[in-house]
């Protein structure tokens, strides 16, 4: 499989003199028809890239994306989030909110595998805003999206003392920030490798213990536990749906539980997005991300919705428990169920898997931030010192620069600092809505683009199925989550409330109406221009599509092998 040298385009261009991620010659792959990439244009290398190093290298194996797709999804958000969207919607609520949000995350997860396995760039789905929309877009995404994973970097990193507190309260916070901080540094400065594999392995604790939670869940609503059996009791009381903030007694205040969950549930589903990022570091992409973007579906089907329907059956909406946990075994559902069936020692069990899951979360958190921000300094969007490699390929510039937010975790160590932090978090929430949205309208563009230069979409290595009529649904679903998750500031009316649920947006704008004017002021009106179909660059990067792919492959024959591909890769 060739990757395709790039050809000068327009001076408007938003990728002009970007350089792509690949294989350098000579270095060993699975495949050797995954051909290196090249620098995009044919002028005189910049002192950046004559000083870079090593680019990144195709060093992620097939069974490594398949566990960042897994990884990036399982974590908090299903380990403890899920117990208090619950509380607010009931387990029918619950149910319902978490399918509606899948059905969004897998059009998503279709139209980005579309575009990264015909052009699989560092910094994935950031660069295609850019390219495919609107230079100020792709600007703004991005910048806001590194920032949600560097700040939640830092937020992984209070949780591992939070989680450590559980078994001894007199330690300091402060203390796991500084040691957790090294050790995920560390990692992140081996190569990419290292990261996959530790990345393969942390994920593996959360796949084994979310299937656990299954059987147990299944034995318990069957009559294992001291509550004997079950079924769906709790359905009937307190209820399937449960009201929010509204009055009880009105009908509005069910819809309102739902839509709260629903906005929740998306969160849950943020980090899906990894597969497009680590596109450009994995080997024979052509065949290992559409891969991992097909079983995306029966994942997403296994790891939440079956767990948030056993939670649901398990734990009345009701318990007390669900809200008054805060960041440790005590907030999840997993244990609340355990201990209603009479379990004692699940609790210590959870709270250790939870420290692998938030390890495993701030390991991709500083993994996808630095490639985001190599990204940027591909498009000319930020310094282009950032794109400084290793020899082993590792973008170590990047690296420090998104390890170094993780510093501001030691705010939550005083009172008003942490209040800080909060509003910095706030910040993030948003973010991957709004990279959702960019992910949709890159799709829409990417294929308009293909057409109008010729290229048959029916030759890509990967179609998204439904396009773009399933496009266009998960694009109007995202943006309207995006502009109604702080309707709670208006029930009552919260001035503060309201800044911090649109904050991030806020932040959004004024990045991309500043890179608007920036553009205008240096390069006049005809550069602030939407990219036109015919102006886009869909050749820098993309794989030859006449090139053939030979079957190396060996797949799976027995149920249990199929089952086991399925679930690990």
Request: aromatic fraction near 14%; hydrophobic fraction near 50%; charge should be neutral.
């Amino acid at each position: 499989m060739a990757v395709r040298e790039s050809t000068p385009p327009a001076p408007a261009s938003p990728s002009s003199g970007s350089s792509i991620a690949g294989t350098p010659p000579g270095s060993a792959t699975k495949n050797e028809f995954v051909k290196e990439q090249s620098v995009a244009d044919d002028d005189a290398p910049s002192f950046a890239e004559q000083n870079a190093g090593p680019e990144l290298k195709r060093r992620l194996k097939s069974r490594h994306l398949q566990m960042i797709a897994i990884g990036g999804t399982i974590g908090t958000g299903l380990f403890i989030g899920s117990g208090s969207a619950l509380a607010k919607s009931g387990p029918g609520g619950v149910l319902i909110a978490y399918c509606f949000i899948a059905s969004i995350v897998y059009s998503i997860m279709m139209s980005l595998g579309e575009m990264a396995t015909y052009i699989p760039v560092a910094g994935g789905f950031t660069t295609y805003t850019a390219r495919f929309v609107d230079p100020s877009l792709g600007f703004s995404m991005s910048w806001i999206y590194w920032f949600s994973w560097a700040i939640t970097f830092a937020l992984e990193l209070v949780a591992t003392g939070l989680i450590i507190q559980y078994w001894n309260d007199s330690l300091s916070i402060g203390i796991f920030i500084a040691v957790f901080w090294v050790v995920i540094f560390v990692i992140n400065m081996f190569p990419v490798s290292f990261y996959g594999e530790a990345e393969f392995w942390l994920s593996s604790i959360k796949v084994i213990t979310v299937i656990g939670f299954l059987i147990f869940g299944i034995c318990i609503n069957a009559g294992a536990g001291q509550e004997g059996y079950i079924g769906f009791k709790y359905w009937h009381h307190p209820g399937a749906f449960a009201p929010w903030i509204v009055d009880p007694s009105l009908p509005v205040a069910k819809f309102v539980g739902f839509w709260g969950v629903m906005i929740q549930a998306g969160f849950s589903f943020q980090g899906t997005e990894l597969v497009g990022i680590a596109a450009g570091e994995t080997e024979d992409p052509r065949r290992n991300v559409p891969r991992a973007i097909r079983m995306t579906f029966y994942r997403i089907f296994l790891f939440f919705i079956m767990t948030v329907f056993f939670i649901g059956i398990l734990i009345p909406y009701d318990n007390k428990d669900l809200t008054n946990g805060g960041y440790t075994a005590a907030a999840s559902p997993f244990v609340i169920a355990a201990q209603l069936a009479g379990v004692k020692v699940l609790p210590d069990i959870i709270n250790a898997v939870l420290l692998t899951v938030v390890l495993s979360a701030a390991n991709s958190n500083v993994y996808s931030g630095s490639r985001v921000l190599v990204s940027l300094a591909n498009d000319g969007m930020a310094p282009a010192w950032l794109k400084i490699t290793t020899k082993a390929g590792v973008p170590w510039v990047a690296v420090i620069a998104t390890s170094v937010i993780g510093f501001l975790g030691f705010l939550n160590l005083s009172e008003n600092g942490g209040q800080a932090f909060d509003w910095l978090l706030n910040i993030s929430g948003v973010a991957g809505f709004i990279a959702w949205s960019g992910i949709l309208i890159a799709h829409l563009r990417f294929m308009k683009g293909i057409e109008a230069h010729n290229i048959p979409r029916a030759k890509l290595p990967y179609r998204a199925s439904l396009a773009p009529y399933y496009t266009y649904y998960a694009l109007f679903f995202c943006v309207l989550i995006t502009l109604t998750q702080g309707f709670d500031s208006f029930m009552p009316w919260s001035t503060e409330n309201f800044f911090v649920a649109y904050i991030s947006l806020i932040l959004f704008a004024v990045l991309y109406f500043g890179h608007k004017l920036f553009t205008f002021i240096v390069h006049g009106a005809a550069a602030c221009k939407f990219v036109a179909a015919k102006d886009m660059d869909v050749t820098t990067g993309s794989l030859d599509l006449d090139a053939e792919i030979p079957d190396e492959v060996e797949e799976p024959t027995s149920i249990w092998k199929k089952i086991g591909m399925g679930i690990m890769g």
